[in-house]
């Protein structure tokens, strides 16, 4: 029965991030630039693995470290030029903007900012809120504005959901 479960789960995540790709790339310059530029940077990305843990001769592996590098940045440069064509930005930009927009609005109260020696607001913000009358139990807390933060969950991560 599990397994049917993670089936499912596995198949919604497929389907939401297929119709979000094809939602993005739905200019023909920015699909033809990815039908190019994907493979490239896959293949650049193989030829950098290949080279740093195959042992080779030095000659083809630094032959296949460079090719690597530039399969890398010309298969990213084509993506971009895409998204740059249709008007949006790169799905890798977007998910590097949404967690850390979920770190920042989480850092405040977590372990790590405590052991870099920040405080923690949310013990200053529980006491005002006892005062009020409300708990601050629940999923998230309240920042500085009032307005309440969620909790950063093994699902926030997850880039084709919203924010």
């Not at 200019?27 to 940077?41: D, E």
């Amino acid at each position: 029965m599990k397994n049917r479960t993670g089936i499912r789960r596995v198949s919604k995540a497929v389907s939401r991030f297929t119709v979000d790709y094809m939602r993005r790339h739905r200019h023909p310059v920015n699909a033809a630039l990815h039908i190019v530029g994907v493979p490239a940077a896959f293949y650049g990305f193989w030829l950098l693995l290949k080279s740093l843990i195959s042992p080779a001769s030095p000659r083809t592996q630094g032959t296949n470290l460079l090719t690597g590098i530039l399969c890398v940045i010309f298969g990213y440069l084509l993506q971009y030029l895409g998204h740059r064509s249709q008007g949006n930005e790169v799905g890798e930009v977007i998910l590097i903007k949404k967690v850390g927009r979920r770190l920042k609005a989480n850092m405040s109260g977590t372990a790590i900012w405590q052991l870099l020696g920040g405080s923690d607001p949310r013990s200053k913000s529980a006491r005002v809120d006892s005062h009020k009358g409300s708990s601050s139990s629940g999923n998230g807390h309240k920042n500085g504005n009032g307005h309440k933060v969620p909790s950063l969950t093994s699902h926030s991560l997850v880039w084709w959901r919203k924010a």
